[in-house]
């Protein structure tokens, strides 16, 4: 696992630097994205590089969220607003289209970058605490700290959907290439975890010690504790 640690704006400018190298050389790549607060300013980032024959898989969704609180309408406003992604290539989860998703993913060749931010619980896309390795894209309770991470969202952890749909680890472990963007102190605990926890059932995103290629984008905030 690689780490890259800069300050906040050197950060993300250099989490854009790989997405471009990476469609400059793939312009066709099967992207799975994540949403959340940490990716807008990457996305801002990309306005010159061509998504045009770029697929997107979402990574994780609420169920039962009004539209406009939805994951997806965060990556329609920030990735598809920020770039020329065109909306029919991109696949997202839902109660109708999860149980074919793994399949979709490896009928388009497999996922070649994987984008991920990670939660304050160290969850990756919705997989939480105690989920195992051999997981693949699925329905997910959401625990109160994940429901508690989106107050800003819904208002009050109430609000927020008691269920989610992610990607399993192993449909996320499998890409060819993965990143993990945390930007402040409130990741700082997750980001060490999942570098050097060891029990990764209980710290999802430790299961990322696994793939060859990983890179973890941090900001000095976020790796306060490496
Ligand atoms: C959410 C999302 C993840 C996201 C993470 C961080 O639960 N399902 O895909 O990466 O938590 O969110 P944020 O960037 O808003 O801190």
Known sequence: MKTVIRETDQM?????EHIRSLLQAKPDAILAVAAGRTM??????????SFA?????QVAEFIGAP???TLRRMTEEGLLACTDLKPENCSWLSEETLAGYD?????????DLAILGIGDNAHIGFNEPATQYDTRSRKQKLTNPTRAQYTWLFGDAESVPEYGLTMGIHTLVDARQVMV???????????FDMLYARDDSIIPAAFLQLPPDVTVYADTDAAKKL
Request: proline share 5%; glycine share 10%; no cysteine.
């Open 12 to 16: 993300y400018d250099a989490a854009a």
């Open 67 to 69: 539209e406009k609180k």
């Open 53 to 57: 024959k770029a697929r997107l898989f």
């Open 103 to 111: 399949a979709m993913i490896d009928e388009a060749g497999g996922l």
């Open 40 to 49: 807008l300013p990457l996305w801002k980032r990309l306005g010159d590089v």
């Open 181 to 191: 963007l945390a930007s402040g102190e409130e990741k700082a605990k997750p980001v």
